[in-house]
């Protein structure tokens, strides 16, 4: 079973328009991390965001925040007033606590393009 | 200045050869990964070291050996390539106790004929 799912492959979203790329995880742990990365063209993995599963308030960094639904094991990216250089793979990844060292599993992506 | 780097960025070679990849961190982290990005963009972990210690061995071919010589390398050494090896490998780092951070390389693009 996948640990990580991302239901949109592909979306098309105007410029300036909010946008949700939609993550759901499934794990047996109470400790973990959720994370979303941004991966351009180019072709570097870019950090964007990162939700502790304790953490009580939904993370959010400049226009990308993380709203966190634990019950449902949801950990959506919103993006607040899109920009042409939003354009790229997302791709939401989790941390789960093994012998010491936290690897992440990652979901299939979502290509993400805007549109002018 | 580079917080990881890799090289070679690109790396083009035959089937039945042995390659290696070389990470190098500058932050001080202590925990090092190897991730591969297949054609379809999936990227999955391979390896972690954390204070010269193989933490995770996800299912990889022996083939695979990650080398360590010390806390701000690892390198990826690949024996007898495949074409099914072929893929994007990127390196990370983070701190054991800032895990949520990792620092990705710009990756290794491998391509095997």
């Known amino acids: 079973a996948q640990k990580i799912t991302q239901t949109q492959p592909g979306m098309f979203v105007q410029e300036k328009e909010a946008v949700t790329l939609d993550c759901t995880y499934d794990?047996?742990?109470?400790?973990?991390?959720l994370f979303w990365y941004k991966q351009p063209s180019s072709g570097e993995m870019i950090f964007l965001i990162y939700?502790?599963?304790?953490?009580?308030q939904n993370a959010t960094e400049g226009r990308y925040s993380l709203n966190f639904q634990k019950a449902r094991k949801s950990a959506n990216l919103v993006i607040s007033a899109s920009q042409l250089g939003d354009s790229a793979m997302y791709f939401c990844?989790?941390?789960?606590?093994?012998?010491?060292?936290?690897?992440?599993?990652f979901g299939k992506g979502t290509h993400l393009i805007i549109q002018p | 200045d580079t917080a990881v780097s890799q090289t070679p960025k690109y790396l083009v070679t035959q089937m039945g050869n042995d390659k290696s990849i070389k990470c190098e961190q500058n932050?001080?982290?202590?925990?090092m990964y190897w991730y591969k990005q297949d054609s379809k963009k999936f990227l999955k972990i391979m390896f972690s070291?954390?204070?010269?210690?193989?933490?995770i061995n996800e299912t990889v071919p022996n083939r695979f050996s990650p080398k360590s010589p010390d806390k701000a390398h690892l390198n990826l050494h690949i024996n007898s390539l495949e074409l099914g090896d072929s893929a994007v490998y990127f390196c990370?780092?983070?701190?054991?106790?800032?895990?949520?951070?990792?620092?990705f390389g710009p990756g290794t693009r491998l391509t095997v004929t």
């Open positions: 939700q502790g599963s304790y953490d009580e």
């Open positions: 990370a780092s983070s701190q054991v106790d800032r895990a949520y951070e990792q620092y």
């Open positions: 070291y954390n204070n010269k210690e193989l933490i």
């Open positions: 932050l001080g982290h202590d925990t």
């Open positions: 794990t047996s742990d109470q400790s973990y991390g």
């Open positions: 990844a989790m941390r789960e606590v093994r012998g010491g060292a936290d690897g992440l599993t």
